[in-house]
């Protein structure tokens, strides 16, 4: 029989992985999307999920819009890479949030 108040400090002692969503807001600069890719890639990552649009701004000025999800992140890497992502030229925003999940949706 397995005791479970025994294993529930070695699972929490693991670094927990969840997926993380990027919001980027940059100004609409054919650099700006390789720039956001690379930080990703250069970590090994694909992003589950990457949608990007080109919007009016502030003062009339296109924005350019992209939204990425990355799968199986830790928490330390997610804030590592969106601290980089503000540091690119022309990002003007960057939102981060994890997706999470109930615990009927994850079997529990």
Aim: net charge negative; charged share 15%; proline share 5%.
């Amino acid at each position: 029989m397995t005791d479970h108040a025994f294993l529930a400090p070695l699972e929490s002692a693991q670094p927990t992985k969840s997926v993380y969503c990027f919001a980027v807001h940059a100004a609409a600069e054919p650099d700006v999307m390789p720039r956001v890719l690379e930080l990703f890639s250069k970590r090994n990552l694909v992003p589950a999920s990457w949608h990007s649009t080109i919007a009016n701004g502030h003062a009339g000025f296109s924005e350019l819009q992209i939204d990425i999800q990355i799968q199986q992140l830790e928490t330390k890497v997610a804030e590592h890479i969106a601290r980089c992502l503000r540091q690119i030229v022309h990002v003007n925003t960057v939102l981060t949030s994890e997706k999470g999940y109930s615990n009927s949706a994850l079997g529990a």
